[in-house]
């Protein structure tokens, strides 16, 4: 009788130490994977031109988020004309892979004035964001300053490389405000 408490006691004992080594190898695979996502540092601001400045109102978002702004920004005294379109990416085996299909991407064929010495801001949709990771709204776009300071009407047409604004998705991540 009492070998048979040993043994008992014994596979009480092994069944123990195999659910917490399972707990234990679960919370380091996802502590491993979270380290990496902290490492990163998402670039989100962008240099249109002297003066001109783009950027994400943050670099973290929450898991589910649908939308984010943008904030441009016109510290010159040239009146801005642009129009945009954006996808949204993201980053997988340290490939970008867009998200979506054509129905969620986004262009606008409207022309919008932002002023010298202004500051505007953009509401960026997205499909629904379920997963925590490295991601980018690769933003599409065309600007235009119109200058009649001289009198001469200049209108400078620049088209724009698409520009990267880089955030993560984590789940501990507080919404825009």
């Not at 990771?133 to 300053?145: C, D, E, H, L, M």
């Not at 001289?150 to 405000?177: C, H, K, Q, Y």
Request: with cysteine; proline share 4%.
């Amino acid at each position: 009788m009492p070998v048979h408490k040993e043994l008992m006691f014994l596979m009480k004992r092994i069944l123990l130490f195999i659910m917490l080594s399972t707990l234990a190898l679960s919370s380091c695979h996802l502590g491993v994977e979270n380290a990496h996502l902290r490492n990163i540092v998402p670039n989100n601001t962008r240099t249109v031109a002297d003066g001109i400045t783009m950027r994400l109102l943050q670099d973290r978002y929450p898991l589910d988020t649908r939308e984010m702004t943008i904030v441009l920004e016109n510290q010159t005294d040239l009146d801005l004309l642009y129009g945009y379109g954006w996808i949204i990416e993201k980053q997988e085996d340290g490939v970008w892979q867009t998200l979506g299909n054509r129905n969620d991407w986004l262009f606008q064929m409207v022309a919008y004035i932002l002023e010298g010495n202004e500051v505007t801001t953009v509401t960026v949709k997205t499909p629904a964001l379920r997963e925590e990771g490295f991601y980018r709204v690769k933003w599409i776009a065309t600007f235009s300053w119109y200058d009649d300071s001289d009198s001469g009407n200049e209108v400078i047409i620049t088209p724009s490389e698409p520009m990267d604004f880089e955030f993560l998705v984590l789940r501990n991540a507080r919404a825009e405000p």
